[in-house]
């Protein structure tokens, strides 16, 4: 009797890891269905979620809905980069630039306080457009820089990020310049009409986008173009030896990144309204890197979380901190005159460090990145100059 | 066999004509003349610096040669860069034309609609042209042989008409599994596109699973069974070269290089390649061209040994002629004192 009533949770635990097991293999069978399946319960669950006390005391339920399609967009980015600098290895600074191009493009097309144009092309249709001139600059940008790697590539892709937000400045006979465009149709669907004072709409839509990206961000990973990226990282002239077209591969994760962030720039034009070069500073950009190496490179969940993560924080967390600490909340003598959204890239500066140093993998790392920094002292392969000297045989002469 | 040759260089997998490579004031390879046989094994043997992998780098398509030219399996793929000076020309000429074509419009009509319209296209025809310059789609290189221009093959290029090689220091992707390794090899036997892995498509999806198997039959070939999974970078060093040859071998090529492909391994691995090597020429029928400074694997399975010594070849022929041959004894153990 004991053994078997000692036995029971040890079967029961057994079965509950079979279980499990049994899920997660579910799970990887039935990826896009997993995908669709967990969004619409994290999308569900987060806005209930909010009406419970902790969140609810910070502000309401709509203010919370329309930060979380917000930090939709910000996901978007961070998947559209993690294609090219988690899968392929090129390292990006001027992300924000292809940001900029989509929602120029969907502001172009569906604005009436343009100087010399007047034009409302809906929205939905504009999304693919603005992810096609995205990805055609993406293109753009790829193709002089293809012999570059590393430190030249990101230096390069940083000008490329500055120039686009200077363009736009000082194009002000086609984009308003300073002001930037405002008055940008907001989207409808069969009738319905998206408004300001209601954020719901636009979460639903973000959490679709998100989940069709994200589907088609994993059956690229696991294609043959994904090993073509993850080759051309590993090991660029090993990778053209063994058939890999690496101009086209690279080009491909260049248009393919810029296109995820076209249709985050379209969204957001249509969200906000209002189109302006400076929302499209080398900060957007740094801050899209930071979510793809926080949430952890090369893995798609991971930069998603990550990119949710710190755009909580940064919008959310450290604007309740000001009234937190406040004359109305603790009244702290010291902490309630600091104004924390000022500290927003010095607290970015510390995450950074303490994640390089404790986990530089990211929160939630891809298996092969961990592996890849993790087992780098248990091997003896041999390096640049080649294999260990005692192990060559002793013909050379 | 050879009685019904018709076309010149056929019978011939790769025949390389006086080719020179020189770096600067350094000519690391000079003038050599090398003819591979279908279904042979011919090994280029030398002291070290003597050109060897110069020479491999040139006929893979790495570097270009400073002279002379190779052929492979009858087309002439790699040459000194001939007219390349008129390559940006054809990049810019349609533009140009369009671009004088806006300027008439302008003078014919005067009207700065019509000609900014004839300008965007000038503008499109150039970004056309650079993307096609560096993708270098068949129109493009066609519109370049019909203007006699001659640019050398890429190594991708020379791995898709045929030939496979490996490296003499082990270039591995380290972080990607053994299978997924030699997946890669296959990428130019596959045809799935972007559009195909957006949409999952069934065909993807089949070939998908196909390479994964067929993936798992080349590792088996060379002696990785059973170690698919894991990380290369994982793998032993005998192992790791075995793994290099199943990537080349992936690509189904008709020639492999093979860069000393027995460099570091104990005696009993060196015996296994060796056999290894010539079961792939005869159950497989690919010609081998092999650097390899193990005498002992060099005089066992080659049929032509050709001899490198400062860039230049001192000595060919068969396994016999070359070991007597009194200008490669010179070369590997200097001059007999006299």
Known sequence: ?397 | MSATVVEPGAGVVLQANKVTKAFGGLVAVKEVDLVIPPTSIVSLIGPNGAGKTTFFNVVAGILDPTSGDVTFRGHRVIARPVRAWFEPVVWVLPSVIVGVIAAIVYLATANADATAVVVLGAIGLLIVMFLAAIVRPGWYLRLLTAAGVFRSSRPNDMVKAGMGRTFQNIRLFANMTAQENVQVGMHTKMRANAADALLSTPRARAEERASVTKARDYLALVGLKGRAGELAKNLPYGDQRKLELARALASQPALLLLDEPTAGMNPRETAEMTQLIDRLRRDLGISILLIEHDMKVVMGISDRIYVLDHGELISQGSPQEVRSDPRVIEAYLGKPPT
Do not use: C
């Open chain 1, 1 to 397: 009797m004991t053994a078997r009533a000692g036995a029971a949770p040890g079967t029961n635990r057994g079965g509950f890891r079979a279980m499990r097991d049994r899920v997660s293999a579910l799970a990887a069978g039935h990826r896009s269905t997993t995908i669709i399946v967990g969004w619409i319960i994290v999308a569900t669950a987060l806005p209930l979620l909010m009406l419970l006390p902790p969140f609810s005391t910070f502000q309401n339920q709509k203010l919370w809905i329309d930060g979380f399609a917000n930090a939709g967009v910000f996901i978007l980015l961070a998947l559209g980069l993690n294609m090219v600098v988690g899968f392929a290895g090129l390292l990006d600074l001027g992300y924000a630039a292809f940001y900029a191009i989509g929602a120029y493009t969907y502001a172009l097309a569906a604005s009436p306080t343009l100087p010399w144009i007047s034009l409302h092309v809906p929205f939905w249709p504009m999304l693919l457009v603005g992810a096609a001139v995205a990805a055609m600059f993406g293109i753009l940008l790829g193709a002089p820089t293809l012999r570059l790697r590393g430190d030249y590539l990101a230096i390069v892709t940083l000008g490329f990020g500055e120039i686009v937000p200077a363009v736009f400045l000082n194009a002000d006979k086609i984009t308003n310049g300073t002001n930037g465009i405002g008055g940008v149709y907001k989207p409808d669907l069969l009738g319905y009409q998206f408004t300001l004072g209601n954020p719901l709409p636009y979460y639903i839509a973000m959490v679709a986008i998100i989940a069709v990206v994200m589907i088609f961000v994993y059956r690229l990973q696991d294609s043959r173009l994904g090993r073509a990226w993850m080759a051309v990282r590993e090991d660029e002239l090993a990778a053209a030896s063994s058939g890999v077209n690496t101009v086209t591969t690279k080009l491909l994760a260049f248009a393919l990144g810029a296109s995820t962030a076209g249709l985050a720039g379209v969204f957001t034009a249509a969200k906000l309204t209002l189109v302006s070069p400076d929302q499209f500073s080398f900060a957007v950009s740094f801050t899209i890197l930071a979510m793809v190496v926080l949430g952890g490179m090369g893995n798609v969940w991971g930069v998603a979380i990550g990119a949710f993560i710190l755009y909580t924080i940064q919008s959310v967390v450290l604007k309740q901190l000001n009234p937190f600490f406040g004359e109305k909340g603790l009244n702290v003598p010291f902490l309630k005159d600091i104004d924390f959204v000022q500290y927003q890239f010095l607290l970015y500066g510390l995450a950074l460090v303490l994640m390089m140093l404790l986990r530089p993998e990211g929160l939630f790392p891809s298996s092969r990145r961990k592996r890849e920094l993790h087992t780098e002292q248990d091997e003896n392969v041999g390096d640049e100059l080649g294999p260990d000297p005692s192990s060559t045989p002793m013909e050379q002469t």
